[in-house]
């Protein structure tokens, strides 16, 4: 097994640990405090974001049929976020989704995806292999478990900050999970024009590239 996929898994839970404790420490009136994302609480990031743990608690969904060649998380973001991407086409759906959730669980059942889920999610991606294929969530196409990762762990990162900033808490987020973040948003820009405009050569920004 590949030290790259060992290290996105300790990414991992090293960064839903943090989403655990915080929830633990959480009063109804911080649950209920409005985040940077229009419409959606901290509840609604939670029930958002906790679907991970508990989806990949379970063995990994079997691909049927031929399989295509594997995209990459960087295929993959690319297509969600170009102008008529689900990105952009699903926003009003997946939003109204993370709201529902939000009311149809307890704050506890909430939390108990990410400090419950989340040994059992962590210790089945440990026993498979990197290269194991999977199907990615409207994206028509499979993916590795090493690149599906990169996006989990992205979307980890990304809501913990909308996260602790609706609560007004500094940022606080693992060192590997923010780098591997990083990593992967700086592979998204145009290679060209993120050099010029990220050493003042150029007043034209790529960014953003996600949604």
Known sequence: MGDVYLGRLE???QIW?????LGDGLTEEQWSMATRCPGWDVAALYAHHS???LAMSAP???VDGLVAEPLTAIEILRRFNAPDGVAHSMAGTVAEGAVSEATAYTRRELVDRFSVHRPRALQGLRQAKATVVVPWPASGGVV???????IV???ATVHLLDVQRALDHPPAVPTPALQDTVQLLAELVPA???VEVATG??????LPVLR
């Open 201 to 206: 050569r150029s007043a034209y920004s790529p």
């Open 153 to 155: 762990l992205l979307e």
């Open 60 to 62: 990994p969904p079997p």
């Open 192 to 194: 060209v024009e993120f």
């Open 11 to 13: 990414a991992l839970e």
């Open 17 to 21: 640990w943090v989403w655990a404790q």
């Open 51 to 53: 679907v991970f743990p």
């Open 144 to 150: 590795t478990l090493e690149e599906a990762l990169r």
